[in-house]
């Protein structure tokens, strides 16, 4: 059985596509974060496993997910129908070369992926590279690693930071970090985020400070 963390506010319209389309052997865990459409009910009449973080926030609800996992892979992805949970095993099958193996998103139209979003998206893919070595193009919401030592790696950001650091604190630990092309689709819904340009600028402010600081502890110089 593999885990599969799927953070979720007001998903409702969603939820039944994506839970429905979940592997044989894959275990969805639905991280309510404070839902107000019934979310958590949809979830589980879908067979899912419902965990009700009420700390607002997207990093938040996936480390709420990852401490309610048992198995010894989890993965993560998002629970907009935005991506495909049928796709999931092209990640984990690369896990026997890799330690952290993320979904680079491949839009399947224009208006799946926003242009802001994406040039925010790709400005912090370059600024990755350039300060842990890591050699992605995309920061996805789709992953796959080994539960322990993700836990073992002491993710702090609770905000939209969480996906960045997660990344950082793996190349720092000198995880073999690997990606792989997913099909990115026009989500359920009104985005929360790359919908919306304000959303995006959240995000990408969030990061940013995950970044900096991750830059700061690399520069700093003990006394």
Known sequence: MIDVVLPCLDEAEALPWVLDRMPPGYRPIVVDNGSTDGSDQVAAAHGALVVREPRRGFGAACHAGLLAATSEIVCFMDADASLDPRELPLLTTRLDEADLVLGRRVPTAARAWPVHARLG???????????????????????ACRRAAL?????????????????????????????????????????????????????????????????????????
């Not at 099909?183 to 990408?204: C, F, N, Q």
């Open 121 to 143: 998206n790709a400005v912090l893919a370059r600024r990755l590279r350039r300060a842990a070595g890591v050699p992605v193009r995309d920061l996805g919401p789709m992953r």
């Open 151 to 223: 836990i073992g790696l002491g993710l702090a950001d609770r905000r939209f930071g969480y996906p960045l650091e997660m990344v950082l604190r793996a190349a720092a630990a000198g995880w073999r970090v690997a990606e792989v092309d997913v099909h990115y689709h026009p989500r359920a819904g009104r985005s929360k985020v790359t919908g919306t340009v304000r959303g995006t600028l959240r995000a990408i402010k969030d990061m940013r400070s995950v970044l900096a600081a991750h830059q700061g502890q690399r520069t700093t110089i003990p006394a």
